[in-house]
């Protein structure tokens, strides 16, 4: 075991990650295995293609015209687009640094732009036009700090207005990037992206999607389902269930766009929703930004309403990747799974009986995956359901956890972020109650 806390130091991962996870991950091979992944890309970047709008094909054809050099290639379901990173493992640390925070510095080191609302601070002045370099100011100090900012220099890049100017603007592109750590198409600029033909999605969560969507169009009983998606923003999920099953319909001779209602408690992530729902000219979508805690009280008329739930709640998030380090208090995390039964039961009020909830997360703990699935079925009276044959080859059963037999292990479906194209999620199909079992 202190072989992993030594790699766990090195590459700032605290010693209460380690043993959390232990809790989970026994063997130590795969721990240390899946500490190395999660500090790293993926080898493919996915992408979410609207089959509404653009086929594949077409899709792997306009890459190849917009940008040459990248090999875009079909993923292994009909809506996925994979891309592969380039790692340019030296970037010069230039004179001029901007620092950034640790939830931009992630997406900026795989190619995103520095916006302005994620500017930390400056080493010095800087005119529009110049070559900087962002870094994560890591939020602490040791004897090796120059090893330290080696790692997080995430990216260089190209100012687009000067530091006299930044205190004028409040959203916008600060830093141009020309050069992150990993390197990928730069699509967002482009007309692939503004025109609604991708979205980005990781497998898993796409699946994810396309599972629950699934599961909705063989409930042909249900004339008109009412979907609730809770938990919802940024709102990826929200726009692949519109997107996956107005697809679906049409491959019937039907044009039908379901009922979805996205709730979330932050305004501001909900805009990037609405931005996503014009985009990619969704329809029959309501978003809501409410505080689950307050949703029945505000909206008595929600109580059983929804024929399908989709509930992702806050976790700690320990199967995204890449990370650039890795510090939660052991108390932090075992809050998680207290935070999730506690809204789990709210939204166990806005499900009809007999309808359907899917839960998800994008971390690995049994305590925040299988733990809150036999709490359900204990406590709550629901019970899990198959999930296609398909989707069994892309993860893996459930873990053994008191409350949850067998059969119900068969029903669960894990990732892990050790499989090269994955990372760490959860995926769990249950039916509530009702007069009939």
């Keep these: 075991m202190e072989k992993i806390y030594v790699f766990a130091r090195i590459n700032f991962i605290s010693s209460s990650i380690v043993n959390h996870l ?3 991950i026994t063997d130590l091979d795969e721990l240390k295995e899946i500490l190395e992944c999660i500090t790293v890309p993926p080898q493919f970047y996915y992408l979410r293609v609207n ?12 890459f190849k015209n917009q940008f040459p050099g990248t090999n875009a290639i079909k993923g292994p379901l009909e809506n996925t687009l994979k891309i592969p990173f380039t790692e340019n493992r030296t970037i010069p640390l230039l004179s001029k640094q901007i620092y950034t925070d640790k939830f931009a ?25 110049e070559e900087i370099s962002i870094l994560l100011k890591p939020p602490f100090e040791n004897e090796k700090m120059d090893e330290i900012f080696r790692k997080f220099h995430i990216a260089n890049g190209e100012t687009m ?3 006299k100017d930044l205190p004028k603007y ?16 730069k699509y967002r600029s482009s007309a692939i992206y503004n025109n609604g033909w991708i979205s980005e999605q990781t497998l898993p969560a796409t699946i994810a999607c396309a599972i629950f969507v699934e599961e909705i169009h063989k409930n042909t009983q249900v004339e008109n389902p009412v979907i609730f998606d809770t938990c919802s923003a940024p709102g990826h999920k929200t726009t692949a269930i519109a997107e996956w099953s107005h697809w679906l319909f049409s491959k019937q001779n039907e044009s ?65 990747r890449p990370k650039l380090y890795l510090e939660k208090p052991q108390n932090i995390l075992l809050d998680y799974p207290k935070n999730q039964r506690r809204l789990l039961k709210i939204v166990d009020q806005l499900v009809k009986p007999g309808g359907i909830l899917m839960y998800n997360t ?49 029903n669960l479906l894990r990732f892990y972020p050790t499989y090269s194209e994955s990372s760490g999620y959860f995926i769990a199909i249950l039916r509530k109650k009702n007069l009939i079992y």
């Design 105 to 129: 510095a992630e997406s900026i080191m795989i190619g995103a732009d520095l916006f302005i609302p994620g500017f930390k601070g400056m080493s010095d002045k800087f005119e529009k036009g």
């Design 256 to 320: 039908k766009w379901l009922k979805i209602i996205s709730i979330d408690r932050s305004t501001n992530r909900l805009e990037h929703l609405r931005n996503d729902i014009n985009r990619l000219n969704l329809q029959n979508i309501e978003v809501m930004a409410i505080k689950l805690e307050k949703i029945l009280k505000k909206m008595p008329e929600f109580r059983e309403k929804a024929d399908f739930l989709l509930f992702d709640p806050p976790c700690s998030a320990l199967g995204t």
């Design 362 to 410: 994008c971390t690995i703990p049994k305590e925040e995956n299988e733990g809150i699935i036999a709490y359900a079925v204990q406590k709550l009276g629901y019970k899990t359901i198959p999930i296609d044959q398909k989707y069994l080859k892309y993860g893996k059963f459930g873990l053994e956890y008191e409350g949850l037999d067998t059969n119900d292990l068969k």
């Design 170 to 185: 409040k959203k916008g592109i600060l830093v141009n990037n020309t050069l992150p750590r990993y390197s990928l198409a």
């Design 22 to 24: 232990y809790n989970t």
């Design 51 to 62: 089959l509404n709008k653009i086929s594949i094909e077409e899709i792997i054809e306009e």
């Design 161 to 163: 207005i000067s530091s």
